[in-house]
């Protein structure tokens, strides 16, 4: 990998400290990551301002995920957050399902009570493509936050009221600065949280290729038809998955493919936060 990878717009460091100074309005955060890399989409530069209050973590996309880690990652840290809650938002369930998880949680109901008859008011945040909006237009009934398969689309903060006594403080997608590990910064551009326009599409699908040859090693062959690489030579495989996919040398097109591949789940429910049998669980 020789990119250094980066994208902090102007928006974003004015939405962040936009965050600070709203939260004497809202009862609660929820911050939403990619079920796939519940570590890697947490924004580090958020939790000082946000943790004021009580801060539910939503693993959305959980259906594209490793059950095994996600496992892992909520019983290593359940007692950071005041709940972890699952979504797929592009289920009709996900109202039903995320509210009956949401009522029975003891921190929300204590809420519920002292709030009385008005409507809890939630800090929706998240880093960019991680189904923040899709998740809100459920809840909210309607399409009132936009909505695109590229980040960077939510540019204000605004509020929107659901017909579930919840009214949202949506925020854009939210980056940091600087990534301090760029495997996190890998890891958001093959989500798709980073605009594919400033990645170079060859390094994120050979770390790819690299990553889940490593900790799904048949994924690769049943998907593409393919046998004959050396498990540990990435290139190699993608020369030959180029060539399967009768793109002859287009190495970038063949990128792109195995990229978008991955993000729709056409591999099957693979997580990108891996973790090994040495993790701690709590």
């Known amino acids: 990998m020789t990119q250094q990878i980066q994208w902090f717009p102007g928006h974003m460091a004015k939405t962040i400290r936009e965050i600070g100074e709203q939260m004497k309005l809202v009862d609660f955060s929820l911050e939403i990551v990619d079920a796939r890399a519940p570590e890697s989409t947490q924004n580090p530069q958020i939790m000082d301002s946000i943790s004021v209050k009580p801060v539910f973590l ?12 996600v496992h892992k990652f909520v019983a290593a840290n359940k007692d950071k957050f005041a709940g972890i809650l699952t979504t797929d938002a592009k289920m009709g369930l ?6 009956r998880q949401l009522k029975t949680n003891p921190v929300y109901a204590k809420m519920v009570e002292n709030k ?29 936050a936009r909505t695109a398969n590229t980040p960077g689309v939510t540019r204000f903060l605004y509020w929107i009221r659901t017909k579930y006594d919840l009214d949202f403080l949506d925020t854009p997608g939210l980056l940091w600065p600087k990534f301090e590990n760029q495997e996190i910064g890998t890891k958001i551009g093959i989500l798709g949280g980073i605009k594919d326009t400033l990645l170079a599409p060859d ?5 790819l290729i690299s990553f889940i040859q490593k900790n799904y090693p048949t994924v690769i062959a049943t998907r593409y038809k393919i046998s004959h690489f050396p498990l540990d030579n990435p290139i190699a495989a ?13 190495f970038e097109k063949a990128s792109l ?26």
Not at 122 to 127: E, R, S
Not at 238 to 250: E, F
């Open 238 to 250: 993608l020369m030959s998955i180029t060539s399967q996919l009768g793109m002859r040398q287009d």
């Open 94 to 99: 996900l109202s039903k399902d995320f509210l």
């Open 203 to 207: 390094d994120l699908a050979l770390w």
């Open 257 to 282: 493919k195995i990229i978008n591949d991955f993000r729709s789940g056409k591999f099957g429910q693979i997580s990108l936060d891996f973790y090994g049998d040495d993790y701690i669980e709590n």
């Open 58 to 69: 939503i693993l959305n996309k959980i259906d594209l995920a490793d059950a095994r880690q």
């Open 116 to 144: 009385k008859a008005a409507s809890l008011k939630a800090l929706v945040v998240g880093t960019p493509n991680v189904g923040k909006s899709t998740f809100i237009n459920h809840l909210a009934g309607k399409n009132i």
